[in-house]
């Protein structure tokens, strides 16, 4: 049985206010998809949640998906900036070296404006290494700027722009990239590059 890590960094700075119901449920939604794909698939998900205002955090780390909290108005409350460098640094630098098959998808509505441990390059760096040396699949979703130029920034080759309206679609689309990844992990291939392929972009944008 192959094991995929899937990875969610989502955006909780103030902006995302407006989108907090949105999120709340597109996200319980994403496990509730998980969940059927393990069992017409035979992969085991292992899922991590890291969010991020004016601070990092990481909500759970590797969890099996019958251990997996759902998001609430408790747990998924936006306030604060947005250090998105802090989330990403963190939560790549969590992982063990050499560890493959991990999908990391990102969420943000907004430019990184508060990290306070992690720079653009340290990031850039870790990005490099792990989409390119441990196979890792790295998916940036930004609303309200330009998404490839973000991604390309950090090293990224896919990238996903959503107008806040699409909110909830950006979302659905995420299973389209992680069962991409799946399905080149699945077959040994690792096409860590195309994973936005499926996704019809201008829906999006509408």
Known sequence: MKTIKQKFIIDESGSMSSQQNTIISGF??????MRKEEKETGV???VSLTKF???AKILYKDKPLNEVELLSTETYAPAGWTALY???????????????DTIITIMTDGAENHSKKWKKAAVKALIDIRQNEN????VYFGSNQDAWA?????????????T???????INAMSRCRSAYTT???NNVYDTTNLTANINKEDLLK
């Open 135 to 138: 196979k890792w699949g790295f």
């Open 184 to 186: 080149s992990a699945l």
């Open 150 to 162: 973000e991604a390309s920034n950090l090293g990224m080759s896919n990238a996903v722009n959503y």
């Open 53 to 55: 205002n004016s601070e």
């Open 44 to 46: 085991r998900y292992l």
């Open 164 to 170: 806040t309206a699409n909110t909830g679609s950006a």
């Open 86 to 100: 802090d989330a990403i640094g963190m939560t790549i630098d969590t992982a063990k070296l050499g560890e493959t």
């Open 28 to 33: 319980n939604e994403q496990i509730e998809t």
